[in-house]
């Protein structure tokens, strides 16, 4: 069987968490690939709201066992507070539903003080990053320093772990930025995290897929962040620190390319981020302070207000390009109910010349953008659950995304619950 992807196409913050529940039924196995606990992943149904962290998105569902692949790191200490989170559903076997993959990475202590020393040492060129440790802990993966979730089985992994600890201290002084912090208390902390971690399944998880797909199981990929945040693609040094398109789902789990099938895009029917960097179609006047509140922008894991603009096709066309989507999936077309006009940004002028590709380079000193406009709706879209139900205009934009980035959009999400769900 063909393993499909679900991956965001924009700055993060799409809304792949909610469609990965609501596809769930048709999946054996939700695996999730990249990524850590910077993700915050959210679901809302039954009038209750649900952010994950780590744990894949199907964990809601009984058929489905959720997988967290050798590309995630994994923050002990943030995992358990999401297992405690899950404690409220009762019935859910959290225990027996989720499998760990022995090659993910842990995110120690100090790479969460790493991550808060680099970005204070940055000033005013700091990502934004969500201080979790993300970046540190992946240095320490491509630098071969790093303590894997396997070496937890491992006689010495302590021995590991403090010879780890005392070299980040010392990375830690050299900064200039100083940090306070209570190591005593962070590791406690950490230690009695690392018992409930070890309380799940570890395993081989390239083999357990590859016998899945050999015994005919239907498998879900599902990415974390967006396409712009990949640390190749994205607009670099503004990104993440692990690969969120496409190939990120082989290397994160030990997929073949060639055994991919479906790749779902999500994308917003306008654009977000969060943290620093690039983002040309931003907006700072009244219209993107509409779709801030009225699309209750703030991100799931810091509470930061997420910057927001008009939607990006030159950014889009990208994204949809280097991942191979197959198929989109557009979130959040209740947000522009009410908006006279729309904008959408089709091309940019770069350095002079107009260009549809998307540069090496896109700082607002060299990209200016071009926006074709369209009529907007009134409707309120939020009680619909027929494609047949939806507006003209609304269809003409649909219609018009779809030419440009010749791929069918087959889901319209008109709201944050699972059943606010419209597929075409
Ligand atoms: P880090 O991954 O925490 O180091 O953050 C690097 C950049 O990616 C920052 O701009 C973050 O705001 C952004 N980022 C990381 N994870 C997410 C996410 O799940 N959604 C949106 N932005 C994210």
Known sequence: MAVDLLLGLQWGDEGKGKIVDVLTKDYDIIARFQGGPNAGHTLEFDGIKHVLHTIPSGIFHD?????????????PVIFRRELQNLDKFEGLDYVSKILISRKAHLI??????????????KGKAKIGSTLKGIGPTYMDKTGRNGIRVGDLELADWKDRYTSLRDKHISMIDFYDAKIEYNL??????????????????????????????KSGKTILAEGAQGSLLDIDFGTYPYVTSSNTTAAGACTGLGIAPNKIGEVFGIFKAYTTRVGSGPFPTELFDADGETMGRVGNEFGATTGRPRRCGWLDLVALRYAVQVNGVTQLMMMKGDVL???????????YKYKGKTIEHFPYNIEPENVEVVYKEMKGWKEDLTGMTEASQLPKAL???????????ETPIKIVSVGPDRTQTILR
């Open 395 to 405: 269809n003409e934009y649909i219609d018009f995304l779809e030419k440009e980035l």
């Open 108 to 121: 120690l202590p100090t790479h969460r003080l790493l991550d808060a020393a680099s970005e204070a040492s």
């Open 337 to 347: 109910s009410g908006f006279d006009t729309l904008k959408v940004c089709t091309s």
């Open 63 to 75: 058929n489905a066992m959720n997988i967290i692949g050798n590309g995630v790191v994994i923050d």
């Open 184 to 213: 005593q208390e962070l590791e406690a902390e950490f230690f009695d995290a690392i018992k409930v971690l070890k309380k799940l399944k570890f395993i081989d998880s390239e083999e357990y897929l590859h016998q899945a797909q």
